[in-house]
């Protein structure tokens, strides 16, 4: 079991800079496909980007290619998810999850990740 625990969400202005980090700890950890999510008001939750178990790989969504950027960091029964965001635009103003999918699962869609995180906010002003 992985419990993913998101931070670094907060108010930033347009063409701005934000990193989110995502804490998880459990014994399988180093095993998981990471993802990032997100879901602005009124909207279905999307894909942003994901980074695999070893960290060798990593896809992002079209709307966020050139500007996020995903890593990772394995430790022994923990880890870090990193999520740096760059040249941000009002559009990306959500509530941004992060996510656990077991290794052979389908990590570019919601249903294939079994362990989701609270959130954090994320909010770009004009």
């Known amino acids: 079991q992985v419990q993913p625990v998101e931070s670094g969400g907060g108010l930033v202005q347009a063409g701005g800079s934000l990193r989110l980090s995502c804490a998880a700890s459990g014994r399988t950890f180093s095993s998981y496909h990471m993802g990032w999510f997100r879901q602005a008001p009124g909207k279905e939750r999307e894909f942003v980007g994901a980074?695999?178990?070893?960290?060798?790989?990593?896809?992002?969504a079209d709307s966020v290619k050139g500007r996020f950027t995903i890593s990772r960091a394995n430790a022994k029964n923990t880890g870090t998810v990193y999520l740096q965001m760059n040249s941000l635009k009002p559009e990306d103003t959500a509530v941004y999850y992060c996510a656990a999918a077991p290794y052979g699962s389908n990590w570019t869609i919601s249903k294939g990740y079994d362990y989701w995180g609270q959130g954090t906010q994320v909010t770009v002003s004009s």
């Open positions: 980074v695999s178990w070893s960290g060798g790989s990593t896809l992002y």
